[in-house]
Nanobody
Framework: VQLQASGGGLVQTGGSLRISCEAS????????MGWFRQRPGKEREFVAA????????SYADSVKGRFTISQDNAENMIYLQMNSLKPDDTAVYYC???????????????????WGRGTLVTVSS
């Protein structure tokens, strides 16, 4: 699975942005899909994930209630809708996929096998 994130940019505090991840080479319909981010000077961290098995999505506490992950299997895309953005959300955002057929969401980035190039989101104060 090849992944490519896009849609990042500069947004003011309190604003909204939707970033996208296009998958190619393989259908994502049987993959757990996730978003991670790497803030300046910090390690890559879990943001959100969604499982094809029908269980509810999972969110990091820092984004719960503000971010929404969604998946469009017909388009082979996942999205991250980000609302009420804060300067602390400034990061490079990466999409990732677990192996085919796995249903369990793990927040550990080591459990994701496929990664795309990130997209930079900058939130100005």
């Amino acid at each position: 699975v090849q992944l490519q994130a896009s849609g990042g940019g500069l947004v003011q505090t309190g604003g909204s942005l939707r970033i996208s991840c296009e998958a190619s080479g393989h259908s994502i319909s049987r993959h757990v899909m996730g978003w991670f981010r790497q803030r300046p000077g910090k390690e890559r961290e879990f943001v959100a994930a969604i499982s094809w098995s029908g269980g509810g999505p999972s969110y990091a506490d820092s984004v719960k209630g503000r971010f929404t992950i969604s998946q469009d299997n017909a388009e082979n895309m996942i999205y991250l809708q980000m609302n009420s953005l804060k300067p602390d959300d400034t990061a490079v955002y990466y999409c990732a996929a677990r192996g085919s057929g796995i249903t369990v969401i793990h927040r550990d980035r080591r459990s994701f096998n496929y990664w795309g190039r990130g997209t930079l989101v900058t939130v100005s104060s």
